[in-house]
């Protein structure tokens, strides 16, 4: 995303003697852009207020920066939550996420990936953030955002995706395997090695079609997925 925004407007230029005003150019924008971040991730805590009420369980999947502030917020202003953290192996994610919130003050449990159906009755709204929105108001995220998210369907559960809107893409995925992974990643098993001859699927992400999401919750404001298509008309 930020080589996407730094490179916004064409960068090339075929004098060697322009390449000092193209270097400021880029760090000009670098800067923008972290400054949009921050802005960004500032709207969109504030508005995930309306669906952080106090004494809610929150589960929340992967370790979402606009989630963090959202969660940290929230605890700022005197609202007790509970948060279930899953693990998000193979790295970790959730555990990271619940050792910063901890500091924050914000109770959090770690909660085993393979245990959120299990959990899910006593969960009273999903937050989670994303890598991508597609122009079908679907989401690309951490591996196991679309099967929390089927089951929280399944129990009736609100999906609320945190989400910064230089992250909506003009992609149309129609399925996982339209989702790029880039390169494999370790997976650590612990005591129990991998046997021989066996291989292991490790996707870093997933597609989560919009028709299991409730709400985008953006610096643009609230929105329907099925608003991303018209939104992406204006940026």
Same mark, same amino acid.
């Given at each position: 995303?930020?080589?996407?925004?730094?490179?916004?407007?064409?960068?090339?230029?075929?004098?060697?003697?322009?390449?000092?005003?193209?270097?400021?150019?880029?760090?000009?924008?670098?800067?923008?852009?972290?400054?949009?971040?921050?802005?960004?991730?500032?709207?969109?805590?504030?508005?995930?207020?309306?669906? &952080? @009420? !106090?004494?809610?369980?929150?589960?929340?999947? *992967?370790?979402?920066?606009? $989630? +963090?502030?959202?969660?940290? =917020?929230? #605890?700022?202003?005197?609202?007790?939550?509970?948060?279930?953290?899953?693990?998000?192996?193979?790295?970790?994610?959730?555990?990271?996420?619940?050792?910063?919130?901890?500091?924050?003050?914000?109770?959090?449990?770690? &909660? @085993? !990936?393979?245990?959120?159906?299990?959990?899910? *009755?006593?969960?009273?709204? $999903? +937050?989670?953030?994303?890598? =991508?929105? #597609?122009?079908?108001?679907?989401?690309?995220?951490?591996?196991?955002?679309?099967?929390?998210?089927?089951?929280?369907?399944?129990?009736?559960?609100?999906?609320?995706?945190?989400?910064?809107?230089?992250?909506?893409?003009? @992609?149309?995925?129609?399925?996982?395997?339209?989702?790029?992974?880039?390169?494999?990643?370790?997976?650590?098993?612990?005591?129990?090695?991998?046997?021989?001859?066996?291989?292991?699927?490790?996707?870093?992400?997933?597609?989560?079609?919009?028709?299991?999401?409730?709400?985008?919750?953006?610096?643009?404001?609230?929105?329907?997925?099925?608003?991303?298509?018209?939104?992406?008309?204006?940026?």
């Amino acid at each position: 995303m930020f080589v996407r925004y730094v490179r916004r407007g064409g960068v090339a230029d075929d004098q060697p003697a322009q390449f000092p005003a193209l270097k400021r150019r880029l760090v000009g924008r670098a800067t923008r852009f972290g400054d949009i971040c921050r802005g960004a991730r500032g709207a969109i805590a504030t508005l995930c207020q309306d669906f &952080l @009420l !106090d004494g809610c369980t929150v589960l929340v999947h *992967g370790h979402s920066p606009p $989630v +963090l502030d959202a969660l940290r =917020l929230a #605890a700022t202003r005197g609202k007790r939550l509970l948060v279930l953290c899953t693990e998000g192996r193979p790295d970790g994610a959730g555990l990271r996420l619940a050792g910063e919130l901890a500091a924050a003050g914000v109770p959090a449990r770690v &909660l @085993l !990936d393979s245990a959120v159906a299990y959990s899910m *009755g006593q969960v009273d709204v $999903v +937050l989670v953030g994303a890598d =991508l929105v #597609a122009e079908t108001g679907g989401v690309v995220g951490g591996v196991g955002t679309y099967q929390v998210a089927l089951v929280a369907r399944a129990m009736g559960k609100p999906v609320y995706v945190a989400a910064e809107s230089y992250k909506f893409a003009r @992609l149309y995925p129609l399925g996982q395997k339209d989702i790029e992974q880039g390169g494999g990643r370790d997976v650590d098993f612990g005591d129990v090695p991998v046997p021989a001859g066996v291989d292991v699927e490790a996707p870093a992400r997933d597609y989560t079609q919009s028709k299991y999401l409730e709400l985008l919750i953006t610096d643009l404001g609230v929105l329907q997925p099925a608003a991303v298509s018209d939104v992406l008309l204006h940026l």
